[in-house]
């Protein structure tokens, strides 16, 4: 979790902070919040709030934890790193009702969480939480879906348009189309109402 920790300068806040995370100064974000400058060094007072992924994971963890105690679910839960990407995988004795229909519910727990953690650290953070691999499914047959109307479109010439989807598999098809020739994708509308556009491009 994000804190703040004192010392004489700010060397010594990130150092001493480093050393007790068993990480390197570079992997902190830290912000001074205070400064006093002494008197030939004598008096002098720095404070930083400082935080590096390590406590990033520690929150989603502890979020999800408070969170599914407070709905009386046993949920066992696993938090990966990949560079500053997190995955939280969630396993449950009815993994069902975490998922809902046609993994709404999933999609709305990814919305609270991803705004929790990124208005506690001020920054964005990528963070993807997944139920025995429904997302990561689902995105396989997204892109299969998208690629199959890309291709048409190609040989048509004629763009299409998709049902409404989620932000984040709405950024899987732009990625996964973005090199296939005459095709070009934009997205449109608000909220669950936004689409992605198939375009052909000459």
Same mark, same amino acid.
């Given at each position: 979790m994000k804190r703040r920790v004192e010392g004489k300068t700010l060397e010594d806040v990130l150092n001493s902070y480093a050393q007790e995370k068993g990480i390197e100064v570079a992997d902190i974000t830290y912000?001074?919040?205070?400064?006093?400058?002494?008197?030939?060094?004598?008096?002098?007072?720095?404070?930083?709030?400082?935080?590096?992924?390590q406590d990033i994971a520690e929150f989603l963890e502890n979020y999800l934890r408070t969170y599914f105690e407070g709905l009386h679910l046993d949920?066992? =839960?696993?938090?990966?790193?990949?560079?500053?990407?997190? /995955? &939280?995988?969630?396993? +449950?004795?009815?993994? #069902?009702?975490?998922?809902?229909k046609n993994g709404q519910t999933l999609q709305a727990l990814n919305t609270v969480v991803r705004s929790a953690v990124?208005?506690?650290f001020k920054k964005?953070?990528?963070?993807?939480?997944? =139920?025995?691999?429904?997302?990561?499914?689902?995105?396989? /047959? &997204?892109?299969?879906? +998208?690629?199959?109307? #890309?291709?048409?479109?190609?040989?048509?010439?004629?763009?299409?348009?998709?049902?409404?989807m989620?932000?984040?598999?709405?950024?899987?098809?732009?990625?996964?189309l973005t090199d296939m020739e005459h095709i070009r994708t934009e997205s449109e509308g608000e909220g669950k109402d936004r689409r992605l556009h198939i375009i052909y491009v000459d």
């Open positions: 912000q001074v919040v205070e400064e006093k400058k002494g008197i030939l060094g004598i008096g002098s007072k720095v404070v930083a709030e400082v935080y590096c992924n949920v066992e =839960i696993e938090v990966e790193q990949n560079n500053d990407s997190f /995955k &939280v995988m969630l396993n +449950a004795e009815n993994n #069902a009702i975490l998922i809902g990124s208005s506690t964005r953070v990528h963070v993807l939480i997944d =139920i025995n691999n429904y997302k990561q499914d689902r995105y396989a /047959k &997204v892109k299969m879906m +998208a690629k199959r109307i #890309a291709k048409t479109v190609q040989r048509t010439k004629v763009s299409a348009v998709l049902d409404p989620p932000n984040d598999e709405r950024k899987v098809v732009h990625q996964y």
